[in-house]
C-alpha cells in the first residue's frame, strides 16, 4: 500500500489520534542573530532616509535653494512662477496652505508632483520644463549632485529654474506675494513678534518633532524628542485657552490665522492618520487637548483648506514608502478625516 493510502487508516480502537504537532519555535540563537541583522540593516536604511546625529537624533537635511528670497519684479504676471507640491509633505502642505489661503491661483500656477516610492523620488505625472523627475529639475536649477529632490520648490519660469525650497523662507515670500484685495496678511506687524516666537518653537518640537519621534536611532533620542513635542503641544493649548477667553482663537492672537497656525496646522492634521500610529506620537490623543482639538476643526474649515488635505494620500505615502519603519508596506484603513475633524470630542 501506498504512503497516502496508510495515512487514512482509522485509529486502532482504544487509540485516541495523536493532535497535530505545534510549530517548532526557532532557537534562541537564531533569534538574537536574525535581530542583530535586521537592526545593523534597519541603521543602513535610516541613514538613507533620514540622516541622524552621534547621539541618534534626527537631523533634517539642508535645503538645495535656501537663500531668503526678494520679491521678484515680474511676481504676480500669471504664470510666471510655479509652486510644485506633493499631497503628502507636510512641508509642502505649509506652502499650500498659504498659497491657497492667500488666494494666489491667478498669479502663481500650482503642481503637484506624484511620488515614486520604488525609486525614492517625486515625478511629474507628464514631462515638466522638459523634465520627468524632479530630480531632474533640481539638477537643472544648479542643485549639487547629492542634494535630495524635495517640495516645496518654487520655480521661475523666466530664469528656468527653482528659486526657492526651504518651506520656512518660501511662505514667507508667498505672504508677501501680490494677492488679490481681501487676501489675508497672515505675518502682520502686531503680531510678528509673536508669530516668530512660536514658529521657531513649532519648528524644533513639533514640525521636525514628530520625524525626531519616527526617525529616532535609540530610546533616548524618542524619548527626547516625543518629551519636547508633547509639552510644546500643551503650550500651544493653554495659549490658544487664553486665546478663546479674549475673543481671539488663534496662536498669535489677532482676529485671523498667522504663519504660525498654518505651520501647527500641516503637522495636526497628520496626526492621527501617521504620526501617532507609525511614528509613535502618541502619549496623548488630541482630543484631550480641548483648544488645540477646536482650532484645528476652525482652521480646517476656512475656505479652500480641506481641498489640500487628502488623508488616502498622506497613509499610502507614508505606509506605504517608508519601508524601514513599516516593512509590510501594508496601507491600514483610517477614519474619515472630516469626520474626525468636525466631530465633538469624547465627554
Not at 183 to 211: F, H, K, M, T
Amino acid at each position: 500500500m501506498g504512503v497516502g493510502h496508510r495515512l487514512q487508516q482509522p485509529a486502532h480502537p482504544g487509540h485516541s489520534t495523536a493532535a497535530p504537532a505545534s510549530p517548532m519555535l526557532p532557537p534562541p540563537l537564531l533569534v538574537r542573530t536574525a535581530r542583530e541583522l535586521w537592526r545593523w540593516q534597519w541603521l543602513r536604511l535610516m541613514g538613507g532616509l533620514g540622516p541622524a546625529d552621534p547621539e541618534g537624533r534626527y537631523r533634517r537635511p539642508e535645503a538645495a535653494f535656501p537663500q531668503p528670497q526678494a520679491l521678484p519684479a515680474d511676481a504676480g504676471a500669471p504664470g510666471a512662477h510655479v509652486l510644485i507640491v506633493g499631497r503628502s509633505c507636510p512641508w509642502a502642505h505649509r506652502a499650500w496652505l498659504v498659497w491657497s489661503l492667500r488666494q494666489l491661483a491667478g498669479s502663481m500656477d500650482l503642481l503637484i508632483v506624484e511620488p515614486d516610492p520604488a525609486a525614492g523620488r517625486w515625478r511629474f505625472t507628464k514631462p515638466f520644463e522638459g523634465c520627468v523627475t524632479l530630480a531632474e529639475l533640481y539638477r537643472r536649477s544648479g542643485a549639487e549632485p547629492g542634494q535630495r529632490a524635495t517640495v516645496p520648490a518654487l520655480l521661475s519660469r523666466g530664469q528656468g529654474r527653482i528659486v526657492a525650497n526651504e518651506s520656512a523662507r518660501l511662505i514667507e515670500l508667498l505672504n508677501r506675494w501680490p494677492a488679490p484685495e481681501g487676501s489675508p496678511d497672515l505675518d502682520p506687524p502686531a503680531q510678528a513678534r509673536i508669530c516668530a516666537a512660536w514658529r521657531e518653537r513649532l519648528q524644533g518640537a513639533v514640525n521636525d518633532g514628530v520625524y525626531r519621534c519616527g526617525f529616532a536611532r535609540n530610546q533616548a533620542a524618542y524619548d527626547a524628542a516625543e518629551s519636547e513635542l508633547f509639552a510644546t503641544l500643551e503650550a500651544a493649548d493653554a495659549e490658544l485657552q487664553r486665546q478663546d477667553g479674549t475673543g481671539g482663537g488663534w496662536l498669535a492672537g489677532g482676529s485671523t490665522p498667522s504663519l504660525a497656525d498654518v505651520v501647527l496646522f500641516s503637522t495636526l492634521i497628520r496626526l492621527e492618520m501617521v504620526y501617532a500610529p507609525l511614528f509613535g506620537c502618541s502619549r496623548r490623543p488630541l482630543w484631550q487637548l480641548g483648544a488645540l482639538w477646536r482650532w484645528r476643526a476652525r482652521f480646517y474649515r476656512l475656505d479652500g483648506v480641506a481641498a489640500t488635505c487628502d488623508a488616502g494620500a498622506w497613509r499610502r505615502d507614508y505606509f506605504g514608502a517608508l519601508f524601514p519603519l513599516h516593512p509590510s508596506g501594508i496601507v491600514p484603513a483610517g477614519p474619515d478625516l472630516a469626520t474626525l475633524v468636525t466631530s465633538e470630542p469624547p465627554r
